[in-house]
């Protein structure tokens, strides 16, 4: 699956919804989250302070 850093979590979770295992991983708990239909998943990397490359890499394992 092809993850770009400006996709939305929505996006991504649409894509792949075991996605949403590799997020609460990472503290990420936005799966259910309003905000979770436009942020992309750069941006609530840099809100929750996780490295943007290590999420792309376990989320296009």
Same mark, same amino acid.
């Given at each position: 699956?092809?993850?770009?850093?400006?996709?939305?979590?929505?996006? /991504?979770?649409?894509?792949?919804?075991?996605?949403?295992?590799? =997020? #609460?991983?990472?503290?990420?708990?936005?799966? $259910?989250?309003?905000?979770?239909?436009?942020?992309? /998943?750069?941006?609530?990397?840099?809100?929750?302070?996780?490295? =943007? #490359?290590?999420?792309?890499?376990?989320?296009? $394992?």
């Amino acid at each position: 699956m092809t993850i770009e850093p400006r996709m939305t979590i929505a996006e /991504i979770l649409r894509q792949n919804p075991e996605a949403a295992r590799i =997020l #609460q991983q990472f503290g990420m708990h936005c799966v $259910g989250c309003a905000v979770a239909s436009g942020e992309s /998943i750069e941006d609530a990397a840099k809100v929750h302070g996780i490295d =943007l #490359q290590k999420l792309l890499t376990a989320l296009r $394992g």
